[in-house]
């Protein structure tokens, strides 16, 4: 069974909108969660990563203001497209990994397809 | 920099021929890897990891991978594609730096023929 799921899995809005996306560990407690985009036929680049209780860790180029983070408890990472516009239109994907060590392999979401008109 | 490399964009195999995907990696030290494979519109599945020991891995629905170190690689095999195989297939390389993180290659697109 998944052990990350991913919420919603497509949602299609306005320009200028916010938008949620929520990412919840479901058989274990993840310190770290991870959040990704992948443009189409593309790999997958790292966004930033969800530390909870602390402030996420973004990767170079990546607006904080922009892309909101939040990791408020063991089992859940929200990422908010704040002010969306066409450009932000993509494939976002969240991961988790088992703790215990560092050798422990991330466990992925089913991915949010968001489509900003 | 570390950086993944999976020189093939696409593949095109038979049904029941042989599959090799190719994977490179660019690390100071042996990284833990891993295999990926991502459905249209899905998140990622792990096929297989390595992180040291027996050089041959085994994994998930047949498929298998071998670490060569001196060639920095780590192909991903299978004896016999089925039609049910194509997808995109990412190696992963993980790196423990301050901070884990997972470095994705560009992938490779699958394609099974009749």
């Known amino acids: 069974g998944a052990v990350v799921s991913q919420h919603p899995s497509w949602v299609i809005c306005k320009s200028g909108t916010s938008v949620k996306i929520e990412c919840r560990s479901l058989?274990?407690?993840?310190?770290?969660m991870f959040w990704y985009r992948q443009f189409p036929k593309q790999s997958l680049m790292l966004m930033a990563t969800?530390?909870?209780?602390?402030?996420?860790?973004?990767e170079q180029g990546v607006e904080k203001d922009k892309f909101l983070i939040n990791h408020a408890s063991l089992t859940l990472s929200t990422l908010t497209v704040t002010s969306a516009h066409p450009e932000d239109s993509s494939f976002y994907i969240c991961?988790?990994?088992?703790?215990?060590?560092?050798?422990?392999?991330?466990?992925f979401g089913d991915g949010t397809r968001l489509s900003i008109l | 920099a570390q950086s993944v490399t999976q020189p093939d964009i696409h593949i095109t195999v038979s049904e029941g021929a042989s599959l090799e995907l190719r994977c490179n990696y660019s690390?100071?030290?042996?990284?833990?890897l891993f295999w990926y494979v991502q459905s249209p519109g899905q998140g990622l599945q792990l096929l297989l990891k390595?992180?040291?020991?027996?050089?041959l891995v085994q994994g998930i629905k047949g498929f298998e991978a071998e670490f060569k170190r001196s060639q920095s690689s780590f192909n991903l095999r299978k004896p016999s594609v089925h039609w049910s195989d194509a997808a995109e297939y990412f190696c992963a390389v993980g790196l423990n730096t301050g901070g884990f993180k997972t470095i994705f290659g560009a992938g490779t697109r699958l394609f099974v023929k009749a």
């Open positions: 991961s988790a990994r088992d703790p215990g060590g560092s050798d422990q392999p991330q466990h």
């Open positions: 690390y100071g030290a042996t990284p833990y």
């Open positions: 390595y992180f040291s020991g027996d050089t």
């Open positions: 969800s530390n909870e209780g602390s402030k996420a860790t973004y």
């Open positions: 058989d274990f407690q993840a310190t770290t």
